[in-house]
């Protein structure tokens, strides 16, 4: 398919916005659906909504089919050795928190380390400084290069043989950098630390495996992936995973229960109390297959093109500042225009019908790192084309104009 035929499946992308056709640059924060897992959707509430594994009629065995379909689909997505590898939660953060309460908790103490980078979302950095206060572990960072990348030699001087956790994220979601999680893992099995990767923004955009990467945990979400919001999953080595307990407590994740002990289900399950995302489950596998129909190589291909498009556009313009490196980047551009703040930027955008994200991005150290406040970010996915950069471009230019007397 190509990018106007892809275009076609995202009914939300027919509207106009402020009198304007809709450009939407805001897929980093949450990508838009296609009508293949819109229908899934519809398809499951219309005809198979029933809870899963406990049921023996037939609208509970084919609820519990497409739950369970749904987790073999995201298993040979990302190169899982199993199934039984895949736990499904709300999303990375979840996922993330799970590893820090169960995992890290568990194997902590005082003297250890876990390192992690300046360029980390919110969600991989506070689990770990509440893993570090509960347990008084010291919580160490990589330091980054001036354009905000990551030089291996900085890895190997910050991880030592009292580091017990590494976790990195994948693509940064405002720098667009792509890390070296794979020379990162065997950096931290040399020292006997464990390796988490963020992989919320690297899941959508590019092909995934976690036994090439020889991560030992792996989060994603998949309302960046095409699918709904409110579902993701966390991969973890089995070996691990047998070793977590679990967080939640309640129906679903148990074996037995007697009135002062219980023990727990097998993997996946005993990670998964209370009734299950079942028709997020079923959103993520039709997002998964819609993404491999189009080919997840194909839409890496077309995110760093349209990504080096728009930073060449860009950065024609007078005033604006772009965030992390030229190169080895994917999917976003994260700027500043002159000294007008970035929500002014995004007002004005907006009034055009351009879509694009303005703040801190869940990334408040690293918005300090870089000496600024907030930021403005264009990102981008399968959906976009060479003229959504084109419209930006103008929109900026407009935006330059309105606010001159804030501009140089």
Not at 148 to 173: C, M, P, Q
Not at 342 to 363: F, K, S
């Amino acid at each position: 398919m190509n990018t106007a035929e892809i275009r076609e499946l995202f009914p939300i992308l027919k509207q106009e916005v402020n009198g304007h056709p809709l450009v939407y640059l805001d897929s980093a924060a949450t990508s838009q659906k296609p009508i293949q897992v819109i229908e899934a959707l519809k398809h499951y509430y219309e005809w198979d909504n029933a809870n899963v594994h406990r049921g023996v009629h037939t609208l509970g065995s084919r609820a519990t089919d497409a739950y369970e379909g749904a987790r073999a689909k995201v298993a040979k997505f990302i190169g899982a050795a199993g199934e039984q590898e895949i736990i499904f939660t709300r999303g990375t953060t979840t996922a993330i928190n799970l590893v820090a309460s169960s995992y890290a908790r568990s194997v902590l103490k005082e003297g250890d380390e876990i390192v992690i980078t300046p360029m980390e979302h919110h969600s991989n950095l506070i689990p770990w400084q509440q893993a570090a206060k509960a347990t008084g572990a010291t919580l160490k960072y990589i330091p980054l290069q001036p354009d905000g990348s990551i030089a291996l030699a900085d890895v190997e001087s910050t991880i030592t043989d009292r580091t017990k956790i590494v976790s990195v994220v994948y693509i940064s979601n405002v720098l667009g950098v792509v890390n070296p999680v794979k020379e990162i893992a065997k950096i931290a099995h040399k020292h006997g630390a464990k390796m988490v990767v963020d992989g919320a923004q690297s899941t959508p955009h590019m092909k995934v495996d976690v036994q090439d990467l020889d991560c030992d945990f792996y989060a994603l979400s998949g309302h960046k992936m095409c699918a709904p919001t409110g579902i993701g999953a966390l991969y973890g080595k089995k070996a691990l995973l047998e070793e977590m307990e679990p967080v939640e407590f309640g129906g679903e994740m148990i074996d037995h229960v007697d009135l002062y002990n219980s023990t727990w289900k097998e993997l996946p399950w005993k990670f998964e109390g209370g009734t299950p995302i079942i028709a997020g489950a079923v959103g993520l596998g039709a997002a998964i297959d819609f993404l491999q129909e189009v080919g997840i190589e194909n839409v890496y291909q077309h995110d760093v093109q349209l990504t080096q498009y728009a930073l060449d556009r860009m950065t024609q313009l007078e005033d604006l500042t772009v965030y992390g490196p030229m190169t080895n980047r994917a999917g976003l551009v994260t700027f500043n225009l002159g000294d007008v703040h970035p929500h002014d930027v995004a007002t004005v955008l907006d009034a055009e019908g351009i879509a694009i994200r303005a703040g801190h991005h869940c990334c408040q150290p690293l918005m300090r790192w870089l000496e600024v406040s907030s930021t403005a970010r264009a990102s981008f996915y399968l959906y976009n084309t060479e003229q959504d950069i084109d419209r930006l471009v103008m929109a900026l230019q407009k935006t330059k104009e309105y606010f001159g007397h804030a501009i140089g």
